[in-house]
């Protein structure tokens, strides 16, 4: 791959690792946000789901950004970031970090849209969805080396300099894909109406469709893995965060081996596999979470494949949405949001009702399985026959 190339997909790059530890710190952090503003953690949860909110309304700018170069509205979306995460440093109350944490949210979706397609457009023949999976990869060392790190700072200093930390990433970012991403002029206005026309065709919902349910089904369970570990598995409190880190090595190999087979065969194809590994694997961990050895490693399967499945989801997409591509990449955002909330709430259903927290991974099980059944229908039928 030219160096060049490689530049710009780093500077992508550093614009997801931005936002992966703005989203999936929260939950490493939220008792010292609840204590420091004087709420409950119940309460503080509300921060995530305002991000994830921020995250669903945000796609509605992609409507205004579409007539803009892309780097232009990059430059303008790693702003609005760095403005709600510089909120969240100073916020003296429970409402303005709620605010902090919904204007956080508004770039995410809108920033994988039109960074998915600037990796896309700069790649080679062939290699567009590798390149997507290097621009995603900074999500994935988030969770490798921000999340804990900043669980960390956040437990023996101040959650506040998570945020700040964010800011001065934010701001370099900034002047990376000032310097190294090239212009790339706007998509073909198709007008309003006309982002949306790709939504009559049944591929683009299929693949939001597997991608809202794989989401779902590992969210179902990883949401619940600390007291999965903790409780059935045996381990003590004390070795959860080094076994985060494992689950982010995962997702580092996974988003890695996703787009780079899915250089070699149909990205369809390189999903479904992923989903159907993912679901029996989840149905793995539901009769072998009590073998320590067992659950670690299923765990970072599941981990593996669901970030294996986003470089090929993204890339679909945006080959699948004529005219909308941006909403399009955006919408896979938004159904991995939607996935991992609707997921979250049904993993915790055996919980409330006393049945036992191995049971998340079951439910999870069959959640992923549809993911894995709207996957394989959509290869069946739009997957070119000629393909591997």
Known sequence: MDSNIKKSLIALAFGTLGLGVAEFVMMGILPNIASSLRITIPVAG??????????????????????????????????????????????????????????????????????????????????????????????????????????????????????????????????????????????????????????????????????????????????????????????????????????????VIGNMIGGKLSSFFYPGKVGAIFQGLMAITLLGIFFLSPYKWAAVLLMCIVTLCLFAVSAPQQFLIIKFAPGGEMLGAAGIQIAFNLGNAIGAYLGGLPITYGVGVRYSALIASSIATLGFILFSLFNYLYQPKKSI
Request: charged share 10%.
């Open 46 to 251: 509300h921060l995530i789901s305002a991000y994830a909110l921020g995250v669903c309304f945000g796609a509605i700018m992609l409507l205004m950004l579409r007539k803009y170069p892309m780097k232009n509205s990059l430059l303008l979306l790693v702003t609005i970031m760095a403005i709600g995460n510089g909120i969240a440093v100073i916020s003296p109350s429970y409402t303005v970090m709620l605010l902090a944490r919904f204007i956080s949210g508004l770039p995410h979706g809108a920033y994988f849209g039109v960074a998915s397609i600037v990796a896309s457009k700069i790649a080679q023949e062939g290699k567009e969805s590798e390149a997507v999976a290097i621009m995603i990869s900074g999500m994935t060392v988030a969770n490798l080396f921000g999340v804990p790190l900043g669980t960390f700072i956040s437990g023996i200093l101040s959650w506040r300099l998570i945020f700040l930390f964010i800011v001065l990433w934010d701001i370099l970012t900034i002047f990376l894909i000032k310097r190294y991403v090239p212009y790339i002029a706007p998509l073909p206005d198709t007008g309003f109406l006309g982002q949306f026309k790709f939504l009559k065709s049944l591929a683009p919902w299929l693949i939001l469709g597997a991608t809202m349910m794989g989401n779902g089904g590992a969210f179902c369970w990883y949401s619940y893995v600390t007291p999965m570990f903790t409780e059935v598995s045996g381990f003590v409190p004390e070795i959860i965060t080094a076994l985060m880190v494992l689950a982010g090595l995962g997702m």
